[in-house]
């Protein structure tokens, strides 16, 4: 970075991405100005770690006057936060998860709307190198088809200050929690493709705790824009025990293409997207825009929240 490095505030600390955010924010010369969050021990442990002043509001990290605000809320202050950052003026990207019902879906697009500054969201993995070299490499293929999986043990979403991701009606349980993973990555495959006719399923283990689901599948066609046909695609979402997994397969015209994302690499930062992420919100924020702004990242908020529908029958 050159001259003055970019002032970066955090607005909430729901789950783990704030702090990794911060980390590879600082690595790539950025100054974290600011945090907030309704837990002050966690926003003061923070602080510490990463730098800032520690604020009792949104409103008040505004007023340290940031480049780029990294909002990472709890279900229940979505809206809230995007009102209070939306009268400000730096750029804001949202770490999933940002709505996991119609309902909220609803309030966001409003708040989204009334914004006066530009608002993101995106999974990292849209950031994920492997992913985004399958895009490029298939880019002149006819996609005839499309399986994907996102697998994110969900022992994790039930510790007590993590339950609310658990929750169907709150964070979107397993199908949204991590199924926007799986729903980002295909829209990085079929840019915009909106999920169309579809059925689905539901299962719990045995003696699991989860008040949502430990998997779920869908079977649907994608609507891709301009395309002649739509796209068959089945998307697995797992929360069962054992490691994260993330892998597509994609049959073209020339030929069938995969990837499995690589969790367990030593630079898994690299690897998920979590640098990338940052390095291209960086770039953005001097142009006063953000990555993965809402106009084209709504499809795949709309596709998450449908697709659990769907597969818990509640359509």
């Not at 499309?146 to 609310?164: I, K, M």
Request: hydrophobic share 50%; proline share 6%.
């Amino acid at each position: 970075m050159i001259g003055s490095p970019l002032r970066v505030a955090f607005a909430g600390l729901a789950h783990s991405h704030p702090y990794t955010d911060a980390a590879n924010a600082r690595a790539m010369g950025a100054e974290i100005i600011g945090v907030h969050d309704a837990d002050a021990a966690a926003t003061d442990e923070f602080a510490v770690r990463f730098g800032g002043a520690t604020v009792t509001s949104v409103a008040e990290l505004a007023m340290l006057e940031p480049d780029l605000v990294i909002a990472t809320p709890h279900p229940h202050e979505v809206v809230p936060f995007l009102r209070d950052l939306g009268e400000a003026e730096a750029p804001v990207f949202m770490n999933k998860v940002s709505a996991a019902t119609p309902a909220q879906l609803v309030e966001v697009e409003r708040a989204v709307s009334a914004s006066a500054v530009p608002i993101g969201t995106a999974s990292v993995l849209r950031f994920a190198p492997a992913l985004r070299a399958l895009a490029a490499d298939i880019a002149g293929d006819e996609v005839l088809g499309l399986r994907v999986l996102a697998q994110h043990d969900n022992t994790t979403f039930r510790s007590p200050n993590r339950l609310w991701q658990d929750d169907p009606q709150r964070g979107g349980g397993t199908l949204v929690t991590v199924g926007v993973h799986a729903w980002e990555m295909i829209d990085v495959l079929l840019p915009g493709a909106v999920l169309a006719a579809r059925s689905g399923w539901t299962r719990t283990r045995s003696g699991s705790t989860t008040a949502s689901e430990d998997a779920a599948g869908i079977d649907g066609l994608l609507r891709a824009p301009g395309a002649e046909f739509d796209v068959p695609v089945q998307v697995l979402v797992t929360g069962v025990p054992g490691a994260h997994a993330y892998t597509v397969d994609v049959v073209t015209s020339a030929g069938i293409r995969s990837i499995a994302l690589d969790v367990d690499v030593d630079d898994a930062n690299e690897a998920l997207g979590f640098r990338g992420l940052i390095g291209a919100l960086l770039d953005a924020t001097p142009q006063g825009s953000t990555v993965a702004p809402w106009n084209e990242a709504r499809v795949v908020v709309a596709n998450c929240i449908r697709a659990a529908e769907i597969a818990r029958g509640d359509v």
